[in-house]
Nanobody, 120 residues
């Protein structure tokens, strides 16, 4: 059974940093991609960043280019979202999801989400 569990959310001041974790189990890492999405109150869920495990290629949303990065630890079955220079508009529930590739395939599995609040 595929399971994705996010953790690491919380309250951070503008300009600060925060890292989120997505612990994945129940599927073969190198045949999938993991993406991070966020959804702010009253807005649509949108993609933030994604990594293809087969070739380690990454894809960034326009709003996070240069501020967010993604990394993986295959030994722990975990993907990390590293967020820097956080802005109040980054406040949202952050989800990780799994698909065959970052684009062109449906996101088959989702975590439950973790809240990130950027505020002074």
């Amino acid at each position: 059974q595929v399971q994705l569990v996010e953790s690491g959310g919380g309250l951070v001041q503008p300009g600060g940093s925060l890292s989120l974790s997505c612990a994945a189990s129940g599927f073969t890492f190198d045949k999938h991609a993991i993406g991070w999405f966020h959804q702010a109150p009253g807005k649509e869920r949108e993609g933030v960043i994604c990594i293809n495990f087969s070739d380690n290629s990454t894809h960034y949303g326009d709003s996070v280019q240069g501020r967010f990065t993604i990394s993986r630890d295959d030994t722990k079955g975990t993907v990390y979202l590293h967020m820097n220079s956080l802005k109040p508009e980054d406040t949202a529930v952050y989800y990780c999801a799994a698909a065959t590739r970052c684009s062109g395939y449906p996101w088959d599995y989702w975590g439950q989400g973790t809240q990130v609040t950027v505020s002074s």
